[in-house]
């Protein structure tokens, strides 16, 4: 593990929803949110409205913008997005989850709790200075996130869908090369 496992949970969360806004965007009804609530376990507040599926989709842009950011730039934005909720970060213990953090209430807005818990997530990503383990999808057609917790730092592509598409390209390439 290259941090704790509620902080590479939130991170891959994160990754999840931003990704989730590229074309064809799959997060565009209240089933698809309660899908990725389930997937993740999230405890806490869930309204199930429209309303909160808006927040949580107007907040994939901003959350995209700190996974990809330069160290210092995300620096600024964790600091502004946990004033902004008021953080007060307290470990808890609940279901099959050991001692962890969450920095706001359980009944707070669900877009402001997973805003949170990216940033809080990112704290520790900033102080081991692993930005590095952040960056986007190596195939040019592609802007999705890549998050990588590989030992060997070796995942390139977001998606299977795009390292599958780079392979067969790079195939092809071959094929045409020696053809
Ligand atoms: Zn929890
Ligand atoms: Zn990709």
Redesign the pocket.
């Known amino acids: 593990m290259v941090f704790t496992h509620d902080t590479e949970a939130a991170l891959q969360a994160a990754v999840e929803l931003v990704n989730s806004a590229d074309d064809p965007d799959t997060l565009s009804s209240p089933d698809d949110l309660a899908e990725f609530l389930e997937r993740w376990e999230y405890?806490g507040r869930h309204d199930g409205t429209a309303r909160e599926l808006e927040d949580v989709r107007d907040l994939r842009p901003m959350l995209r913008a700190l996974l990809t950011a330069d160290r210092d730039r995300a620096v600024v934005l964790v600091n502004a997005m946990l004033a902004e909720a008021h953080a007060v970060p307290q470990l808890?213990r609940?279901g099959r989850?050991d001692w962890?953090v969450?920095a706001v209430s359980g009944t707070e807005a669900l877009a402001t709790r997973i805003a949170v818990e990216t940033a809080m997530a990112m704290v520790d990503v900033i102080r081991a200075d692993e930005m590095t383990r952040l960056g986007t999808c190596a195939d040019d057609a592609c802007g999705g996130v890549v998050l990588d917790l590989s030992r060997n730092r070796s995942r390139r592509f977001c998606s299977t869908t795009c390292g599958n598409r780079h392979a067969v390209a790079a195939y092809r390439a071959r094929q045409a090369e020696h053809g």
């Open positions: 405890t808890t609940h989850h962890h969450h």
